[in-house]
């Protein structure tokens, strides 16, 4: 349901072929709502349909020309409908989560090196937000897109936070499960 409001969000933000359309997807929209480079082009195709964007017109011939999209009225209408709408947030879905139930009952060989390796990725994508917040968000940016660009941002930051904290929490509760090496408890 999302999608086509994210894209016609990015065509509003600049309009763009399908191709910037997916490199931006995957530097900054990515980050929070993925899609395959095949989705946005079948949403584009939608949209298009739908009378929401357009084609650009060319002055060159179309064609072996990358096709530019805008957002026509009609689909400025659309995400501004969508945006004051109400939206119930959407309950977790976490494997890793699942997983640890499950290994309550069936045992946690495999968990371990998995959550480290989490961890890992996490740190990685803190530091990658972390770097995005410094280069784009200096102090000054207060203007009203930047401080909602920046806003979705810490929302980011704010959940890899979380997640480094808790599986931090969870390797060390492994380190005291009875029977794990190094374990305080009865093995």
């Known amino acids: 349901m999302s999608l086509p409001h994210a894209i016609l969000t990015a065509l ?39 009378g929401l964007i357009r084609v650009l017109p060319s002055e060159q011939p179309a064609r072996g020309q990358k096709k530019a999209y805008e957002v026509l009225p009609a689909g400025r209408a659309e995400l501004a409908r969508w945006t004051a709408a109400s939206h119930d947030p959407r309950p977790l879905r976490d494997a890793m989560l699942l997983r640890l139930r499950a290994a309550a009952v069936v045992g946690t060989d495999g968990i371990e090196p998995d959550l480290r390796r989490h961890l890992e990725l996490h740190e990685r994508q803190l530091a990658e937000y972390r770097e995005i917040e410094r280069r784009d ?32 929490h969870a390797l060390a509760e492994f380190t005291e499960l009875p029977g794990q090496p190094g374990s305080a408890g009865p093995g």
């Open 137 to 168: 968000f200096p102090p000054g940016r207060d203007s009203t897109e930047d401080r909602l660009r920046h806003l979705v941002l810490r929302a980011g930051i704010d959940l890899e936070t979380f997640w480094t904290e808790w599986l931090r």
């Open 12 to 50: 509003l933000e600049k309009p763009s072929s399908g191709l910037e359309l997916t490199r931006r997807f995957d530097r900054s929209i990515g980050y929070f709502w993925s899609a395959t480079h095949q989705q946005i082009y079948r949403e584009l195709g939608k949209l298009e349909a739908e």
